[in-house]
């Protein structure tokens, strides 16, 4: 079993930049691929960006491509999400997710899932 916590969400004016991070417990972190996942108001959940477990592969969403950067600590168990130039449309609960098979994971079958955390962007 692999519990998650997510932090660093918040309230920032467009144009901003936030930094997500999501604790994983237990000792296999390093075994798992890790991924963030964000779900707007009345909307489907939305895969935004991954990280294999070894680092090495990074995947995004065409919409945060070139703002958001993925990246993991195994020391620290942690995956971060960094958010810059963020717009309105980011505006989501942001929620982390760990698997065994990236392609899966990245395809929204995620194996364990936080509770997630708010980003919310004015305009």
């Known amino acids: 079993q692999v519990q998650l916590v997510e932090s660093g969400g918040g309230l920032v004016q467009a144009g901003g930049s936030l930094r997500l991070s999501c604790v994983a417990s237990?000792?296999?972190?390093?075994?798992?691929?890790m991924a963030w996942f964000r779900q707007a108001p009345g909307k489907e959940r939305d895969f935004v960006a991954a990280?294999?477990?070894?680092?090495?592969?990074?995947g995004y969403a065409d919409s945060v491509k070139g703002r958001f950067t993925v990246s993991r600590d195994s020391a620290k168990n942690t995956v971060y999400l960094q958010m810059n130039s963020l717009q309105p449309e980011d505006t989501a609960v942001y929620y982390c997710?760990?698997?065994?098979?990236?392609?899966?994971?990245?395809?929204?079958?995620?194996?364990?899932w936080g509770r997630g955390t708010q980003v919310t962007v004015s305009s």
């Open positions: 990280i294999s477990r070894s680092g090495g592969t990074t």
């Open positions: 237990g000792r296999t972190f390093s075994t798992y691929d």
């Open positions: 997710a760990a698997g065994f098979t990236y392609s899966a994971l990245v395809a929204d079958r995620a194996v364990y």
